[in-house]
């Protein structure tokens, strides 16, 4: 089994910044990509940025230029950040990390954190 910690959630003003971070821990041999989703009240689940080990990173049209996501350099470490910048109030949502494979399908991803709260006050 893969555990993932998030920290980072809270409230902020539109325009402002938060940096979300989530740790893996665990059987993480298993894991090839991890990226963070988010939940809306009364949406679905939705894709927002994903980074795979080989480097690669993937980002939802809503978030490019303004959020970004890194891997802990550090070897052997999964630790990944999201540096969420110019927030607005849509980007208000419970946001989830995830563990798996690359992509942006929610599907593909085997393990999630409990979710951590972001609230972009207008």
């Known amino acids: 089994q893969v555990q993932l910690v998030e920290s980072g959630g809270g409230l902020v003003q539109a325009g402002g910044s938060l940096r979300l971070a989530c740790a893996a821990s665990?059987?993480?041999?298993?894991?090839?990509?991890m990226g963070w989703f988010r939940q809306a009240p009364g949406k679905e689940r939705e894709f927002v940025a994903a980074?795979?080990?080989?480097?690669?990173?993937?980002?939802a049209d809503s978030v490019k230029g303004r959020f970004t996501i890194s891997r802990d350099n550090a070897k052997n470490t999964n630790t990944i950040d999201l540096q969420m910048n110019r927030l607005k109030p849509e980007d208000t949502a419970v946001y989830y990390c995830a563990a798996g494979y690359p992509g942006r399908e929610a599907y593909k991803y085997n393990y999630w954190g409990q979710g951590t709260q972001v609230t972009v006050s207008s």
């Open positions: 665990g059987r993480t041999f298993n894991i090839y990509a």
């Open positions: 980074i795979s080990w080989s480097g690669g990173t993937d980002y």
